[in-house]
């Protein structure tokens, strides 16, 4: 079981958390609340409005998210889901447990500092940097940049 840090649309209550839930893309079992340990610039882009946080640690914010054990299984499709490594890669992310709700040998302790993987965006275009940064991300938030599922992506 590998553990994956999830900060958009992926989380509880996002458009694509049922991927998640559906045991044909693997197993997946939400662990804990957390949020790095680092800040990062978790910025809103491209025409569908996809967070991504950017590989650049020590600005933007502290990101908050979920904590999921993932099978292997999981973890490929999440690598195709998240067309790892072209548009995100995976790299391992320090974690500030917030609850930890897992039983036995997967309770995380609220305050433990952890590792996970993450999947972040490298950018060299400037721009990407000059946008606003949020601490948590909403599909539908009060940002006003809402989510566009892509129909290739929707459609599967």
Not at 62 to 70: D, L, M, S
Not at 122 to 131: F, H, I, R, Y
Request: net charge negative; glycine share 8%; with cysteine.
């Amino acid at each position: 079981m590998t553990l994956i840090f999830v900060y958009g649309t992926l989380k509880s209550d996002q458009p694509n958390n049922f991927r998640m839930r559906d045991a044909a893309n693997g197993q997946a079992e939400f662990v804990a609340h957390a949020r790095t340990v680092k800040r990062y610039p978790l910025v809103i882009a491209t025409e569908e409005n996809i967070p991504f946080l950017l590989n650049v640690p020590g600005s933007g914010q502290r990101i908050k998210g979920e904590i999921y054990h993932v099978d292997k299984k999981m973890l490929d499709f999440l690598d195709e889901f998240e067309e790892c490594p072209e548009l995100y890669q995976r790299t391992t992310i320090q974690l500030e447990v917030q609850d930890g709700l897992g039983e036995g040998e997967n309770t995380l302790k609220s305050g433990s500092i952890i590792e996970a993987s993450v999947y972040s965006k490298t950018t060299d275009d400037p721009e990407w940097l000059q946008k606003p940064t949020y601490e948590s991300y909403e599909a539908y938030g009060d940002h006003g940049l809402h989510y566009v599922c892509r129909e290739d992506i929707c459609s599967k």
